[in-house]
T-cell receptor, first 111, second 112 residues
Framework: EDKVVQSPLSLVVHEGDTVTLNCSYE??????LLWYKQEKKAPTFLFML????IEKKSGRLSSILDKKELFSILNITATQTGDSAIYLC???????????FGKGTLLTVNP | NAGVTQTPKFQVLKTGQSMTLQCAQD?????MYWYRQDPGMGLRLIYY???????DKGEVPNGYNVSRLNKREFSLRLESAAPSQTSVYFC???????????FGPGTRLTVL
């Protein structure tokens, strides 16, 4: 059975801090790993990672994948209150490209 | 370009009632999905449609049926709602099965 485990489950930081969110996985026939940000409504896409060691970056957010150790990290530098959200990690695998989600990390950024 | 839209936004049902959740996308995507999200459980796939004319079961299909009406629309039907189906339901679409999935705003369903 495919499994995605995120840690920590919740995190409270102050504005300006840097945070690292973790995602480890076990999946048959790995194809890609995705990060989403979920505020009050729909998950919104952040990154898709398919190759090990190549950092993807968007503003203050960056992510990297390690296919040997089966994990990914999402970094957020100089956090802002608008970064408060649930961050979801999902792994695509199998013959049907099924997406398996972790339970998410709830990030709270206090002013 | 609205992306993925879902109706209704909220719904309250009594046990045993039926209803259909509607989803449409205007991105010309081939693949569409239905998920449910419950506290502490993450997002779980109910059904998906890899392309127009095909549908397949996901992780939690029991109690649900789907219809891929055309390339744009993918509906989810609850024939006889149960309290265990109280959840937030998300529809998603992707260009093909292996591409990034984009989500709709969700439907919050309560079954009493």
């Amino acid at each position: 059975e495919d499994k995605v485990v995120q840690s920590p489950l919740s995190l409270v930081v102050h504005e300006g801090d840097t945070v690292t969110l973790n995602c480890s996985y076990e999946v048959t026939n790995f194809r890609s790993l995705l990060w989403y940000k979920q505020e009050k409504k729909a998950p919104t896409f952040l990154f898709m990672l398919t190759s090990s060691g190549i950092e993807k970056k968007s503003g203050r957010l960056s992510s990297i994948l390690d296919k040997k150790e089966l994990f990914s990290i999402l970094n957020i530098t100089a956090t802002q209150t608008g970064d408060s959200a649930i961050y979801l990690c999902a792994v695509m695998g199998g013959s049907n490209y099924k997406l398996t989600f972790g339970k998410g990390t709830l990030l709270t950024v206090n002013p | 370009n609205a992306g993925v839209t879902q109706t209704p936004k909220f719904q309250v049902l009594k046990t045993g009632q039926s209803m259909t959740l509607q989803c449409a996308q205007d991105m010309n995507h081939n693949s569409m999905y239905w998920y449910r999200q419950d506290p502490g459980m993450g997002l779980r796939l109910i059904y998906y449609s890899a392309s127009e004319g095909t549908t397949d079961k996901g992780e939690v299909p029991n109690g649900y049926n789907v219809s891929r009406l055309n390339k744009r629309e993918f509906s989810l039907r609850l024939e006889s709602a149960a309290p265990s189906q109280t959840s937030v339901y998300f529809c998603a679409s992707s260009r093909t099965s292996g591409d990034t999935q984009y989500f709709g705003p969700g439907t919050r369903l309560t079954v009493l």
